[in-house]
């Protein structure tokens, strides 16, 4: 799955142009690499979002292409 369309039906970005957005602003790195909106997200990755002066991280831990509110919590952890 696309990097944006993970953020977005995880929830971690509200909408999926933000998501596209924030990637194409270089703010978002998985495994410690700057990566494009198209980056193809797999299980055990860990995105790492830069907004400001605050960082997250999240490991990645189940990927699916739609989610409720309750599965969209579970698709990831974060760990900062």
Known sequence: MRL????????????????????????????????????DVKVGDIIEITFGSTTTKYEVLTVSEHATKEQAAEMFRQIK
């Open 4 to 39: 944006d369309k993970y953020l977005k039906v995880s929830r971690i970005i509200k909408r999926r142009t933000v998501a596209n957005e924030v990637c194409d602003a270089k703010h978002v790195k998985v495994n410690d690499r700057s990566v494009k909106a198209s980056y």
